[in-house]
């Protein structure tokens, strides 16, 4: 049986108060993850000596490499998000730019795509670097009580 892929077509009327809205808080959510990225940096050099064990070296390598793949990311997401927002001027004068104005639109509405999934990846990065800096932690916590 063959599935077909099917493109949602859901087209809502953005005003330019609900866009700049939109911007404005996925601008202050990329900040604050940005301040989490120096704290998860932070964790990583905390357990540095932890982290390189053999047993974990592996899963230490990809949640590295993940923390820099996504914080590339954040810096170009949060760039393209501030020059969309910086666009907005258009519907600041009584001059028509139809075309100009569903460009942006259309740019909008592609943002929001690519802001959910950057922050549904994120979630996932977060569950799993703390799940391996929990697993380090109890580890670490057995070590001394049998000692």
Same mark, same amino acid.
């Given at each position: 049986?063959?599935?077909?892929?099917?493109? &949602?077509?859901?087209?809502?009327?953005?005003?330019?108060?609900?866009?700049?809205?939109?911007? !404005?808080?996925?601008?202050?959510?990329?900040?604050?993850?940005?301040?989490?990225?120096?704290?998860? !940096?932070?964790?990583?050099?905390?357990?540095a000596l932890y982290l390189i064990d053999s047993k974990h070296i592996d899963e230490s390598r990809k949640v590295i490499d993940n923390l820099n793949k996504i914080k590339?990311?954040?810096?170009?997401?949060?760039?393209?998000?501030?020059?969309?927002?910086?666009?907005?001027?258009?519907?600041?004068?009584?001059?028509?730019?139809?075309?100009?104005?569903? !460009?942006?639109?259309?740019?909008?509405?592609?943002? &929001?795509?690519?802001?959910?999934?950057?922050?549904?990846?994120?979630?996932?990065?977060?569950?799993?670097?703390?799940?391996?800096?929990?697993? &380090?932690?109890?580890?670490?916590?057995?070590?001394?009580?049998?000692?």
């Amino acid at each position: 049986m063959k599935t077909t892929e099917s493109k &949602i077509n859901y087209v809502v009327w953005l005003s330019p108060e609900v866009m700049h809205e939109a911007s !404005r808080k996925w601008l202050s959510e990329l900040e604050f993850i940005k301040g989490e990225q120096l704290f998860f !940096r932070d964790l990583i050099k905390s357990y540095a000596l932890y982290l390189i064990d053999s047993k974990h070296i592996d899963e230490s390598r990809k949640v590295i490499d993940n923390l820099n793949k996504i914080k590339k990311k954040t810096t170009l997401l949060t760039e393209s998000v501030q020059n969309h927002e910086n666009k907005l001027i258009i519907w600041d004068d009584s001059i028509d730019h139809s075309k100009e104005e569903e !460009r942006y639109k259309t740019e909008h509405r592609q943002l &929001i795509i690519d802001v959910s999934k950057f922050f549904q990846n994120y979630r996932i990065f977060k569950t799993n670097f703390f799940d391996l800096i929990k697993e &380090i932690i109890k580890e670490q916590r057995q070590k001394r009580l049998l000692k």
